[in-house]
Structure formats: structure tokens, C-alpha cells
């Protein structure tokens, strides 16, 4: 069994920063991609970021580029999203994921694992 754990969300202003954390356990974490989804009130998960099992690939959804950084550090099992110059449409409850294999892309399905999430809320 694997288990995802989030930390690092909170309230912040527009244009502000925040670092989200996920931490994961019960597999070897530098064999699989990891990704970041968001679910904002009352919509669908959608995808934002995701990394190759090494670090040296990334993805970003378009509504992110530019602004959000997803990196890894195998040795300590962690992923992470730096989001600067964040908006209020940001707001959401955001989510990592453990992929099936060293790559997966955009979509919720090519993930196996899921965290619990953690709220970030962006105030105008």
C-alpha cells in the first residue's frame, strides 16, 4: 500500500507563493511519476503538474506555466510544487498523485495513488 501525504497548503493573497509538499511511503518513490491535481468547489479534478520518476522531465497544464514549478527529491520519497504569482482562481483543494509507471501525463486515470489533499485558498 502506498500512502501520499500533503502539507504545505494555506491562505494567501493574490500574487503571493505557497510551496506544497507530498510526501510518500510503502513503495520505492524514485520508480514512478508523480503528479499535482486540483479540485476547485463544485467542479471536476483537473490535472496541473507532473515529473518523471528522475526529475528531468515535467508537464504543466497550460492555466500554471510559468508560474508553477514541480521538482522532486527521490532521497527524501518528497514532490513538490512551488505556485508563485498566484490568482484567485487557484483556490482549490490540491492533490497528489502516484503514477503506474516513470511517466504519466495529464490524465487521472494513468495515477494509482492518491494523497488526501490539502486546501490552498488565494484571496483577491
Known amino acids: 500500500q502506498v500512502q501520499l501525504v500533503e502539507s504545505g497548503g494555506g491562505l494567501v493573497q493574490a500574487g503571493g507563493s505557497l510551496r506544497l509538499s507530498c510526501t510518500a511511503s510503502?513503495?520505492?518513490?524514485?520508480?514512478?511519476?508523480m503528479g499535482w491535481f486540483r479540485q476547485a468547489p463544485g467542479k471536476e479534478s483537473k490535472f496541473v503538474a507532473t515529473i518523471n520518476w528522475s526529475g528531468g522531465t515535467s508537464y504543466y497544464a497550460d492555466s500554471v506555466k510559468g508560474r508553477f514549478t514541480i521538482s522532486r527529491d527521490n532521497a527524501k520519497n518528497t514532490v513538490y510544487l512551488q505556485m508563485n504569482s498566484l490568482k484567485p482562481e487557484d483556490t482549490a483543494v490540491y492533490y497528489c498523485?502516484?503514477?503506474?509507471?516513470?511517466?504519466?501525463?495529464?490524465?487521472?486515470?494513468?495515477?494509482?495513488?492518491w494523497g488526501q489533499g490539502t486546501q490552498v485558498t488565494v484571496s483577491s
Open positions: 510503502g513503495r520505492t518513490f524514485s520508480n514512478y511519476a
Open positions: 498523485a502516484a503514477g503506474y509507471s516513470g511517466w504519466s501525463r495529464a490524465q487521472l486515470s494513468e495515477y494509482a495513488y
